[in-house]
């Protein structure tokens, strides 16, 4: 059955009504926004230190995905849970804690991945540019846009 142009018009505008709020609400779905404006300015002496250094842990963290990428969605989470400089710092410091006392690359990386399981299994998530990602790794990746 087809519709009447009336019909078609209605789901037409229907249509378009829902993808203008869906537009609006939650997150948009590009994987790799635009840096926004803010930018906390962190260097390594800003947080607990490391045996490892920072640099060296983000890297093997990082592994093979592209860097850029992940300071994006970095950037995005700053943005929108810790506005401020020393709501960064003290939002970070958790994370470098868990790694702080490991001589290891490979035992701080599986440190940080337990950690993001062990937030999935509390459903310890956010939402940030389209992804749901585990707080440990959303702050993994805000890590590497604030020391990038």
Known sequence: MNPTRRQALLLALAGLGAALLGAGC?????????APTFDPHLTATDLPP???GLAALLAAWIG???PAHIAA???????????????VIDD????????????DLDTAVAAWQTAAL???DAVTVV???GWQLARTEARLCA???ALG
């Open 26 to 34: 939650g997150d948009d779905a590009d994987p790799v926004p635009a």
């Open 50 to 52: 490391t045996g490892l």
């Open 64 to 66: 093979d995905a592209t």
């Open 73 to 87: 969605i970095g950037h995005v989470y700053l943005q929108r849970f810790a506005p401020e400089r020393q709501a």
């Open 92 to 103: 970070l410091a958790n994370t470098v804690a868990l790694v702080a006392d490991l001589d």
């Open 118 to 120: 062990d937030d999935f």
């Open 127 to 129: 939402a940030v540019s």
């Open 143 to 145: 890590l590497a846009a």
